[in-house]
């Protein structure tokens, strides 16, 4: 729940487009945790923390695409909306909208070690299979959960119709947030 890219990209969305396309970011937010927690369970979280140049990859690429859509919303331009003939939404496409939400939570490393924290204290290697079915369908359906309530909340249309006439700042503040955590996860030493 604190702030971070899920939740920049969710509330981007929210504010920018339709509540069916903040919808689905929040799908592919969720959708990107089943990325993190499959790899966990197969025991390959601990390989990918344990080995430098693959824990670097992981972090290089989770970093180059908070970086690459943080420097496509600071270049966003200012554009003139005449009311009366545009829709009271833009949209992007069904896959578009997963997609952001998906790459941004499957490309963040930092997920990586706090879901490997999470379920490091909870899984053990003895642990019955549908046990750890069922704490992936917490964890899956309460991140899930969550986004949609931030994707309902910032999706209503009196504060998107607000936000209209702002949407270029919008999208620069968003862009700089998500270079900021980039940096951050760039320049963290180890998994902390």
Known sequence: MSPGPDFAVVVRNSLIYSRKTAVLTAVGVSLGILVHLTYILLGLGVVIAKTAWLFCAFKYLGTAYLMYIGIKGLLAKKQTTDYGDAPAFQEISAFKSVSAGFLTNAMNPKAMFFF????????????????????????????????????????????????????????RVTGGFLILLGLKILFTKGNS
């Open 116 to 171: 490997l924290s999470l379920i490091s204290a909870f899984v053990t290697p003895s642990e019955p299979t549908l046990i750890v079915v069922v704490y992936a369908a917490i964890i899956f359906s309460s991140t899930l959960i969550w986004f949609l309530i931030v994707a309902m909340c910032f999706s209503n249309k009196r504060l998107s119709l607000f936000f209209k006439n702002f949407q270029y700042l919008v999208e």
